[in-house]
Each structure stands twice: as C-alpha cells, then as structure tokens.
C-alpha cells in the first residue's frame, strides 16, 4: 500500500483557516514536536505536610463558573439600562462577564464615528480584522462600507457605525441565538443613546434581531420600518452586509438604491 504523501505547508495553512485557527496567542512559537522528543521532567519529592483541611468546592463544581442565559440576559438588560451616556455603557460592557465570547475574543469591539450623527449603521459581529483593531468594519468589507457611505456624502466623521455582537465568535461562526439575546440588551442601548434620525441594519441577523422579522433580507431591503428608541421612534432601513456584496457584486444595485432614499431622508 504506497502511503498518501505528506501535506504541505500550502496545504496545512488552507486547514488552520477552515479550521478557524487565525491568529496567534503567544508572542514566540512553540515547537510541540520538540516537546515530546524531550525527556519526561523528573519527579518532584513533595514535602510532608499536615493532614488536608476540608475545603469549599470551586466556583465551577458549584455552578457559579458562568451564568445561565437567562440570568446574563437579565444581567444584560439592567446594566444597559443604567448607562446614561456610551462611555459608561463603554465601561459596563468591558465588564460584563455574561457573555462567553468575551473569554475569546481578542477586545472588546464598541463602535467607530461620531456620536452626534443622524445616521446609524448596525452589523452583526466584528471578524478578525476587527477584533485586532478594536474597531468595527475595518476589514475588505468595511472599506466597501466607507465606499457606499461616501457615495451619499457620509463618511465616518458624519456616522456612527457599531454590531449587535460586539466581541468576535471565534473562528468568524455565526453567534447563536442566546449569544444575540445577551447582547441585544447593550446594542440597543447604544441606539437609544445615539439616537440618530436614521438606523440602518446591515444584513439580514441585525434586521432580524433589532426589527423583530423573520423575512429575509430580499424581502425587508429598501422598506422602511418603525424602531422603537425608548419612546422615540426611529425610521430604519435594511439592506445588505457588505461582505454580501462582495461574494455578490451583482446585488450593488440594489443597495445603490437603498443609498438614495438614505440620502433623501436626510436630505428632507
């Protein structure tokens, strides 16, 4: 039997990313082959100590290790409701250790632009470039992003742009559904606290999860809808991800079209 010949270098990498192995957690590499040739460390002689005393059972064989979904999305829901400006929600949310994405990610990743703006865009998740900058939309899409924005005049001096997520699922999954609802409590307090004219859902998990639809993102682009800003209501708009477009040129004419009645609401 001829054996299958050994993977490349190519090849290997080509796993690690499919993999979601895309970044590096220690500064020098380590080389684990080497790590088993070595010899086995020498045992070590522990000194005579007294008889062991009774001790508490740690907090992860009590269950206190992370909360239940429904305790974090609790949790979530009265930290947001406290902040009264984006840097003490900024604050709150370096803090918050409801969320286990937070244990992987490599920052936090809140938002970029200017707070005063009329206009808010709202994404899904940060991916990788993001999760290294610390910012939102830093990637190939987000530079699509600042394409069709400054095709209406915007830039990110004049908008605000920020996700639902705001920590990186590992490897770029998608977030699950109790992922969502734990951070929903703190997205949607930043809407309110932005409190733009104009709220534009990138793709169809943002559109979803702030406008409460199940219809696609086919159906709900170029439709305006009601966001409710804690009292005050928002004229919000979907249309497609950036990163959609790029897997799907064809569809930039759509959400050209999207653009223009943007620029004519707040025109008007």
Known sequence: MIPEPAPTVRELL???????????????????????????PAPRVAPPVEAPRPVAAPAAMRGEATPAPDIAIASAREAARTAPTLEAL?????????????????????????????IMFVGEAPG??????????????????DLMIGAIGLNRSTAYIANVIPWRPPGNRTPTPQETQICLPFIQRQIELVNPDVLVTLGNPSTQTLLGTREGIMRTRGRWFDYD??????????????????RSPSYKRLAWQDLRAIAKVLAG
């Open 14 to 40: 080509a796993f690690y990313l499919e993999a979601g192995v895309d970044c590096a957690l220690a500064e020098e590499p380590i080389d684990r082959l080497a790590e088993l040739d070595a010899p086995p």
């Open 90 to 118: 900024r604050e709150l949310m370096q803090s918050f250790e409801g969320c286990a994405l937070k244990h992987t990610a490599t920052r936090l990743v809140f938002a970029d632009g200017n707070p005063q703006a009329r």
């Open 128 to 145: 990788r470039d993001e999760d290294i900058e610390g910012l939102p939309f830093v990637g190939r899409s987000g530079k699509l992003l």
């Open 229 to 246: 800003a804690g009292g005050r209501t928002i004229r919000a708009l979907p249309t497609f991800h950036p990163a959609y477009l790029l």
